[in-house]
């Protein structure tokens, strides 16, 4: 099914393919009970889909034993890989729901700068959540794991004036992350559609977008998606 992590300088393209079969590996492999832990209202299940297609393999579990929220063993040279996931706090979702109850319910939207809500959303989960990484994996382990924290801002919490201006990547506009000790990747779902990824040791924020491989025939891609809508995008479908 996959071939090994996806690699890139700062761009990635994740083919929708590989997508497709990140989400049905999910399926297929990990238990029920594991599939429940994942919060859809959270965007859990999007950002297991996101990095199993990216990292090539499958997690092992969901909060095993009461650790990470995702675990992908070792594989090969690519060594274990723990994440944290964290929601950024915005008004949408409690709209959402009161909405249900009152359909004249109204939200206003604050177009804002993605580094705005980075230093005051992002950063202080990155680093709640650098702490339970470090809690949640053994100091004693006899191998290495990778520490990566997954940030998911959902549709119209954070609406920034630079997602707007460029559909394709915001990595390009995004400041630095300070020193985060031994995390090693920062993942940014700026819902619908801007992934973004920071890598410590190079010190640069990596675009990443979905897309179709030049080979693949995107008629038969399209195809693979049930439902699919051509008025949205590749992601959103």
């Known amino acids: 099914m996959f071939k090994g992590p996806l690699t890139g300088s700062k ?10 079969e990140a989400t049905n590996a999910l399926v297929t492999h990990l238990p029920e009970s594991d ?26 579990g969901v909060e095993p034993f009461d650790g990470p929220d995702l675990v992908y063993a070792q594989d090969g040279d690519d060594p274990a890989v723990a994440i944290e996931i964290k929601s ?12 249900e109850r009152h359909p004249d319910a109204l939200l206003q939207i604050r177009v804002t700068a993605i580094n705005d ?38 549709p119209l919490d954070h609406v920034t004036m630079e997602a707007l201006d460029n559909p394709y990547t915001i990595a390009n506009v995004l400041d630095p992350l300070p020193e985060l000790g031994d995390i090693e990747a920062v ?10 990824r920071w890598r410590p040791a190079e010190q640069e924020w990596m675009g ?4 179709t491989q030049p080979a693949d025939d995107p008629k038969h ?4 998606i049930d439902g699919y809508d051509p008025e949205m995008t590749l992601l959103q479908n």
């Open 11 to 20: 761009v990635m393209v994740i083919p929708l393919r590989r997508l497709i």
């Open 35 to 60: 599939m429940k832990k994942l919060k859809v209202n959270s965007g859990e299940h999007l950002a297991a889909i996101l990095a199993t297609a990216y990292l090539g393999r499958t997690p092992v």
């Open 88 to 99: 950024l706090p915005g008004p949408f979702r409690q709209y959402a729901a009161e909405s």
């Open 117 to 154: 809500v980075m230093r005051e959303h992002g950063l202080p989960k990155i680093l709640q959540a650098a702490k339970q990484l470090e809690a949640k994996v053994p100091a004693t382990l006899d191998f290495h794991v990778s520490k990566q924290v997954f940030l998911v801002s959902h």
């Open 187 to 196: 993942w940014l779902y700026l819902a619908p559609d801007h992934l973004v």
């Open 208 to 211: 990443a977008f979905c897309g």
């Open 221 to 224: 891609v399209y195809e693979l």
